[in-house]
Nanobody, 130 residues
Framework: QLQLVESGGGLVQPGGSLRLSCAAS????????IGWFRQAPGKEREGVLCISSRYASTYYADSVKGRFTISRDNAKNTVYLQMNNLKPEDTAVYYC???????????????????????WGQGTQVTVSS
């Protein structure tokens, strides 16, 4: 069964850090562009960070530049989202998503539009609050 499973969410104080993991199973993530998206209550889904399959291209949303980083370990079929200096406005459900790299035009377009996507994870809650 093809799936993405996120983990690592939780409650953290402002200024704190979390690392989210996105583990792919049932397919090899080497050929996929992976993205992290988030959706807060009452807001539209936002593409946060996306990385291409060959590390050739990475897109960062302006709201997370300098604070969040994305990395991938293809040997473990896992992508990580390191979130530092978290702010209350980072509170959201975070989803990872994957798309075959050959289907996209640019990583930025895929990340901003959230389309096309082949697989979505179930999401993990991140709450930033004192």
């Amino acid at each position: 069964q093809l799936q993405l499973v996120e983990s690592g969410g939780g409650l953290v104080q402002p200024g704190g850090s979390l690392r989210l993991s996105c583990a792919a199973s049932g397919f090899t993530s080497d050929y996929y562009t992976i993205g992290w998206f988030r959706q807060a209550p009452g807001k539209e889904r936002e593409g946060v960070l996306c990385i291409s399959s060959r590390y050739a291209s990475t897109y960062y949303a302006d709201s997370v530049k300098g604070r969040f980083t994305i990395s991938r370990d293809n040997a473990k079929n896992t992508v990580y989202l390191q979130m530092n200096n978290l702010k209350p406005e980072d509170t959201a459900v975070y989803y990872c998503a994957a798309v075959t790299t050959k289907r996209i035009t640019t990583v930025q377009a895929m990340c901003v539009k959230g389309d096309p996507i082949d697989y979505w994870g179930q999401g993990t809650q991140v709450t930033v609050s004192s």
